[in-house]
């Protein structure tokens, strides 16, 4: 039934913030547009809808994440957003090759680190923090 994973999308207060954080773990700006209107808003039953729409994608790995930063409506926090015990989405997990250089990468560009890494289901893992609160999770598969 499923084919494939195909992107996350992520609202945004701050996009150049956001797009800066994702340039870090190696995605490129592929797209970069405004959607407003019709049928961009009976598509995602938000009334009066505009955006700045941005497409990042991951050549190496072939994942896509798209931003949205919403001039209207409003957009609706999430206090809750970085807690792993809430219900709904829980966090993104991408697979790297050496997750202590990575995890050292990160830090020198003031990303923060939310947890140690352990070693848990044949993999190393670590939490860190992404755009508005969410949690992203690193992976390195062991042999």
Not at 45 to 52: F, G, T
Request: glycine share 4%.
């Amino acid at each position: 039934m499923i084919k494939s994973y195909d992107h996350l999308t992520i609202a945004v207060t701050n996009l150049e913030s956001a797009k800066e954080f994702f340039q870090i773990l190696g995605f490129e700006t592929t797209h970069d547009l405004v959607i407003e209107g019709e049928p961009f808003s009976t598509f995602m039953d938000i009334k009066n809808l505009k955006a700045q729409h941005v497409t990042l994608k991951h050549q190496a790995a072939n994942v896509e994440i798209q931003l949205l930063y919403f001039y209207s409506p409003e957009p609706q926090t999430d206090p809750h957003i970085g807690r792993l015990d809430k219900l709904g989405y829980n966090h993104l997990c991408f697979g790297v090759k050496d997750i202590e250089a990575v995890v050292e990468t990160l830090k020198t560009k003031k990303i923060k680190i939310l947890s140690h890494i352990m070693t848990f289901n044949s993999r190393k893992l670590v939490y860190i923090r992404g755009p508005e609160g969410v949690v992203i999770e690193l992976a390195e598969w062991l042999n």
